[in-house]
C-alpha cells in the first residue's frame, strides 16, 4: 500500500523555525518528484515546493522562497520541509504529495497533512 | 507567473444534475492540467490529469476537456458522495499553481 506520513506540526511563534517531515512507503521513492502543498484554515490550495527525484532541482512558490527549504533522503524514504522566518499567514495544514514520475500524472498520492500555527 | 481562475466559485446543484466547472489560465497549458476533489478535512483526491485522462478508480462520471487556456470538468450525473470542492491544478511547468477552487453544494 502506498502511504505518506506527514509530521513535525504544531504551534511556533511568529520568527521562529519548524521541520515537517514525510515519511513514504509502498512506492519507489527515489523515481518520483516530491511536493508540499499547503491549505490555510478555511481557505483553497497552495502548491508550496517540489524537489527532483534526485534532489538536484527545488522549486518554491514566491512568498516562501529564502525562508523555506525543501530536502528528501532516498535512503530513508524521508522528505523534509525546513520552514524558517515563520509568518503567522503561514497557519496551515501541510500536505506531502508524490508529485511527477514521467507518467503524465501530477500529484496523485496524498498525506493525511499537519498542522501548523504560527501565533504569538 | 500563470493565474488559474475556476468558475463558478461556487454551485449549487441537486442528485442527478449534470455540472460543469470551468477553469482560465492566464497562458497556454499544453494539456498539463489536472482536477482534484476535496472532502472536509480531507485530503485532495486526484480525478483528472492530462486534460482529459481519467486516474484509475475514479468512477467514468467525471470527464475533463479543453485545450489551450481554457478546460472543463464535467460531472455527467450528480451523486451524493460529489458534493465537495474541485481544483483544477496547471503543471505544465516545474512549479504547480491551482485554481482558487469550486465549491459543489446540495440545492
Known amino acids: 500500500e502506498v502511504r505518506l506520513m506527514e509530521s513535525g506540526g504544531g504551534l511556533v511563534q511568529p520568527g521562529g523555525s519548524l521541520r515537517l517531515s514525510c515519511e513514504v512507503s509502498?512506492?519507489?521513492?527515489?523515481?518520483?518528484?516530491m511536493s508540499w502543498v499547503r491549505q490555510a484554515p478555511g481557505k483553497g490550495l497552495e502548491w508550496v515546493a517540489n524537489?527532483?527525484?534526485?534532489?538536484?532541482?527545488?522549486y518554491y512558490v514566491d512568498s516562501v522562497k529564502g525562508r523555506f527549504t525543501i530536502s528528501r533522503d532516498n535512503a530513508k524514504n524521508s522528505l523534509d520541509l525546513q520552514m524558517n522566518s515563520l509568518r503567522v499567514e503561514d497557519t496551515a495544514v501541510y500536505y506531502c504529495?508524490?508529485?511527477?514520475?514521467?507518467?503524465?500524472?501530477?500529484?496523485?498520492?496524498w498525506g493525511q497533512g499537519t498542522t501548523v500555527t504560527v501565533s504569538s | 507567473d500563470i493565474q488559474m481562475t475556476q468558475s463558478p466559485s461556487t454551485l449549487s446543484a441537486s442528485v442527478g444534475d449534470r455540472v460543469t466547472i470551468t477553469c482560465r489560465a492566464s497562458?497556454?497549458?499544453?494539456?498539463?492540467l489536472a482536477w482534484y476533489q476535496q472532502r472536509p478535512g480531507k485530503a485532495p483526491k486526484l480525478l483528472i490529469y492530462?486534460?482529459?485522462s481519467l486516474q484509475s478508480g475514479v468512477p467514468s462520471r467525471f470527464s475533463g476537456s479543453g485545450s489551450g487556456t481554457e478546460f472543463t470538468l464535467t460531472i455527467s450525473s450528480l451523486q451524493p458522495d460529489d458534493f465537495a470542492t474541485y481544483y483544477c491544478?496547471?503543471?505544465?511547468?516545474?512549479?504547480?499553481?491551482f485554481g482558487q477552487g469550486t465549491k459543489v453544494e446540495i440545492k
Open positions: 504529495a508524490r508529485d511527477w514520475n514521467g507518467s503524465g500524472h501530477p500529484m496523485d498520492v
Open positions: 509502498g512506492f519507489t521513492f527515489s523515481s518520483y518528484w
Open positions: 524537489i527532483k527525484v534526485d534532489g538536484s532541482e527545488k
Open positions: 497562458q497556454t497549458l499544453n494539456s498539463w
Open positions: 492530462k486534460t482529459s
Open positions: 491544478l496547471d503543471y505544465h511547468s516545474y512549479s504547480r499553481t
